[in-house]
């Protein structure tokens, strides 16, 4: 990939991070049994992301929509992220979300609209 490329790209990433910084809708002010509930609902999911992906801004807004802390992995700059995502999801490719079920299934969810309905189908 030449310089120039590179370049534009990390720039364009930049602009997304600051359109969404000033546009981000607000997080819900939830009561402190409900955000202990979701808190539990969520604590075993991850989301394997970039920082500057636009797709894992659109479902990291989705996450501040409904007000959900879930853990995030950084799949770039994080070997043992990039090789989990990699080796259990199947493949290099961000937003993707991890789901550990109540029997100790594991899911892994690709692709942001996927990610989203699922999120806004549980909590929403
Ligand atoms: N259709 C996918 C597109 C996701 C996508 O293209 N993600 C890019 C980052 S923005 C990716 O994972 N690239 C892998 C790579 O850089 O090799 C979605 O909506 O989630």
Not at 12 to 41: C, N, V
């Amino acid at each position: 990939m030449s310089y120039v490329f590179k370049g534009i790209r990390w720039l364009l990433g930049y602009i997304i991070i600051i359109i969404d910084w000033l546009t981000r809708p607000r997080s819900p002010q939830h009561s402190a049994e409900k955000r202990a509930e979701l808190d539990r609902a969520t604590a075993n999911m991850a989301l394997y992301q970039f920082k500057r992906c636009p797709f894992c801004v659109k479902t990291r807004r989705t996450l501040r929509r409904l007000g959900l802390n879930i853990e995030l992995r950084d799949a770039r700059n994080d070997p043992k992220w990039n090789a989990e995502l990699i080796e259990q999801g199947g493949k290099y490719q961000v937003p993707c979300l991890r789901v550990v079920d109540d029997k100790g299934e594991v899911s892994w969810i690709y692709e942001s609209s996927e990610i989203n309905d699922y999120l806004d189908r549980r909590f929403g």
